[in-house]
């Protein structure tokens, strides 16, 4: 998963503001599986943009998004990377 501070950063470059607020809520050590849990993601969304507005609770998603495409992206590219070696093998 991303560090704290790639996530503050990111936020940064997409709104103009760091929304640490947010990210530091998500990956609070003590909550941080049950934060991650997709089957909360309206409810915690609601209580995100209630409290600072829509585009916290999007921020809310984007962490939750990026922190997917962290864990997810190697396998996926070491997928890629084998099945066009098969194709190479096999003449596809």
């Known amino acids: 998963m991303p560090e704290l501070s790639v996530h503050i ?13 947010v990210h530091e809520w998500i990956d609070n050590a003590e ?7 997709f089957s909360k993601v309206l409810a915690n969304a609601a209580m ?3 409290q600072y507005g ?13 922190d997917l495409k962290c ?5 996926l590219a070491s997928h890629q990377a ?3 070696d098969c194709l190479k093998y096999f003449g596809g």
């Not at 909550?31 to 849990?37: N, Q, S």
């Open 82 to 84: 084998a099945m066009a």
């Open 31 to 37: 909550t941080k599986y049950e934060r991650h849990d």
């Open 71 to 75: 864990r997810f992206g190697k396998q």
């Open 9 to 21: 950063a990111a936020s940064l470059a997409r709104t103009g503001k760091e929304y640490r607020e």
């Open 54 to 66: 829509e585009e916290a609770a999007q921020e809310y998603v984007h962490h939750l998004v990026d």
């Open 48 to 50: 995100f943009r209630e």
